[in-house]
């Protein structure tokens, strides 16, 4: 976040909704232009954090019910980092904004390659975009032999999916019991 252009960067308490609401309440008194859609808001969550595996509250009358009260002109904007939930969370492994079924109130997602589909890379997708760009290292030749190794690591893992689909299925806590 601090990297961005953005005009300004205000973080809120973990998982709390309240300080989120309490954060936008003070921006929208501070800047007219925001409560009229004139600005953008931009609100980054992890769906999944690492540290004590909790979940961001992100699930209807959670963030997104306080996004849309707020910013009802369609300025506000989610995005979720799922690099954890990627391969654990919803069907076949689509994070937990799938398994809420809450893709069309979530700006942006963000998955990583690395951890649970044992690969590198990434996907930015937006269905407001309706585009989804794959992250690339650009030193890696295709035809190499490191590349088709995370090919195969990558294939293998996306069909383990359809086994271990939704969070509490048998192929799931094997595969996190083997680990």
Request: aromatic fraction near 6%; charge should be neutral; glycine fraction near 10%.
């Amino acid at each position: 976040m601090r990297l961005s252009r953005a005009g300004s960067c205000i973080s809120f308490k973990h998982k709390s909704v309240g300080d989120l609401q309490h954060q936008l309440l003070t921006l929208l008194e501070k800047d007219a232009l925001i409560g009229k859609g004139g600005r953008n808001v931009f609100i980054a969550i992890e769906s999944l954090y690492s540290m004590d595996g909790d979940l961001a509250p992100i699930r209807d009358m959670d963030i997104v019910e306080v996004v849309d009260r707020l910013l009802p002109h369609g300025n506000g904007h989610i995005v979720v980092d799922e690099a954890h939930s990627t391969g654990v969370y919803g069907l076949q492994g689509r994070g937990v904004v799938c398994r809420l079924g809450l893709e069309d109130k979530i700006f942006a997602r963000l998955h990583t390659f690395g951890k649970a589909l044992t690969s590198q890379g990434g996907t930015f997708s937006s269905q407001n975009f309706a585009f989804q760009n794959v992250l690339m290292e650009k030193a890696i030749i295709l035809c190499s032999e490191v590349a088709r190794q995370f090919a195969l690591g990558s294939v293998l893992a996306i069909n383990l999916q359809d086994d271990i689909s939704g969070y509490n299925s048998t192929a799931a806590r094997d595969l996190q019991g083997r680990l």
